[in-house]
């Protein structure tokens, strides 16, 4: 298994509640990193993304042991597991209903790369020449996006940002986008974050992270210039920022 240096970090920004979420497990044959971002008023969204969180790491000894024989079937039962685990947790707590949460998992095993993701909080994977891909966000802005009708730097500030196209609720309606890719590279860098921290950090930015060293200052600077650059309305952001190494 590789060796992954990683920092992380979590604010609320210009919010009264954090409803942000991320939670990480080392294992000798894997890695993995689940970030969330809760949605549906303060106690309902912090709760589901705190719930999901702590619910799909629970089942990380169970269904890692899997994730390199049938890597895409297993993130989908896990996933499945996870969202029954959390509705379990509200304890028939009405909140449930209108507790929604995004989610950003990545697994790094020897063999496979694998992200899962509801929303638009994103995983980036980048070298240090470029950004080689992004989750694509379950949102209105990335429809417009991939129709040719808005840009990559202006997806963030759009005025239908919020607006969701998939998220996770106890109701499982949703189903994440999962994809397998090739084994992680020496060098390479892997960001997971919420949109409190991409809507405000720039392409180049993304890239510097994935040259600078691995130390958590670089990482707050990058959060602290997001924050500035939302102008006193920003959203929560989170991010974990690891490097094989």
């Known amino acids: 298994m590789h060796k992954i240096s990683f920092h992380q970090l979590t604010s609320a920004g210009d919010r009264a509640y954090n409803q942000d979420y991320m939670l990480n497990k080392l294992d000798s044959n894997y890695a993995l990193f689940v970030l969330a971002d809760g949605l549906g008023g303060h106690q309902a969204g912090e709760k589901a993304s705190r719930f999901f969180c702590h619910s799909f790491i629970q089942y990380a000894t169970k269904y890692g042991a899997l994730i390199n024989s049938a890597p895409k079937q297993t993130v989908e039962k896990w996933f499945n597991d996870a969202?029954?685990?959390?509705a379990d947790a509200f304890q028939g707590d009405p909140v449930a209903y209108d507790a929604y949460t995004t989610c950003a998992i990545?697994?790094?095993?020897?063999?496979?790369?694998?992200?899962?993701?509801?929303?638009?909080s994103r995983i980036y994977r980048i070298n240090q020449k470029h950004i080689v891909w992004r989750t694509k966000d379950h949102s209105i802005p990335q429809r417009l996006f991939d129709e040719g009708e808005l840009d990559e730097h202006k997806m963030g500030t759009h005025p239908e940002q919020n607006q969701l196209t998939k998220s996770i609720n106890i109701t499982n309606k949703f189903q994440p986008d999962i994809h397998v890719y090739p084994p992680a590279q020496r060098g390479e860098t892997f960001i997971l974050c919420s949109d409190g921290f991409w809507?405000?950090?720039?392409e180049h930015e993304f890239v510097a992270l994935a040259t600078v060293e691995m130390d958590k200052i670089n990482l707050l600077k990058q959060a602290k210039l997001a924050m500035f650059r939302a102008s006193g309305k920003s959203d929560n952001l989170t991010a974990q920022w690891l490097r094989i190494e």
């Open 106 to 120: 990545l697994i790094i095993t020897d063999t496979n790369v694998i992200s899962a993701h509801c929303g638009d």
């Open 83 to 86: 969202v029954a685990m959390m």
């Open 199 to 202: 809507e405000f950090t720039k």
